[in-house]
């Protein structure tokens, strides 16, 4: 991934060198010109093209900022009501991921998550013991976090 960078910023520069003129908006032209021609190679090589996960990790960004504002409403919903209405508590969720990078940042994710905490990673280290405000449904939120972070954590992560 990194040669890929490399290249598109070579290739932005003899673009932006061929022309007279010298600014931001030659230079940005020619990223995108070595985009287009380092994607129209990597088409046929096994290789992951860079934006693939560049766009992969953006994704995932913009999934925690919107688990964070729908959990942060959740939160202050429970909040102002006169009547504490929820059912804490704690349930074990086993992951698909592998590397511990790959976990620690799901539990990272969890952490920062209004309403939920991981506790603890299991010794088989595929355990998570997570902590949550309001569970209704353990497996229902199970399935959630899988189909939500850890899908995305593994298409950033994953080749």
Not at 19 to 41: K, P, T
Request: aromatic letters at 10%; one cysteine or more.
């Amino acid at each position: 991934m990194a040669y890929q960078i490399g290249l598109n910023i070579a290739i932005a520069l003899v673009w932006t060198f061929l022309h007279d003129e010298w600014s931001a908006s030659r230079f940005v032209v020619g990223y995108l010109i070595g985009m287009v021609l380092i994607w129209a190679i990597y088409r046929v090589r096994p290789d992951r093209f860079y934006m693939q996960k560049a766009l992969a990790v953006i994704y995932l960004l913009l999934l925690f900022l919107k688990e964070l504002w729908v959990s942060s409403l959740a939160v202050v919903r429970q909040i102002l009501r006169p009547k504490l209405n929820i059912r804490p508590g704690i349930f074990a969720m086993t992951t698909e991921l592998e590397t511990d990078f790959e976990i620690t940042l799901l539990s990272c994710l969890i952490c920062l998550t209004p309403g939920t905490l991981t506790l603890e990673v299991g010794h088989d280290g595929r355990t998570l013991y997570i902590h949550a405000m309001d569970i209704e449904d353990a497996d229902e939120l199970s399935r959630q976090i899988k189909s939500t972070f850890e899908k995305a954590i593994m298409e950033v992560t994953r080749v």
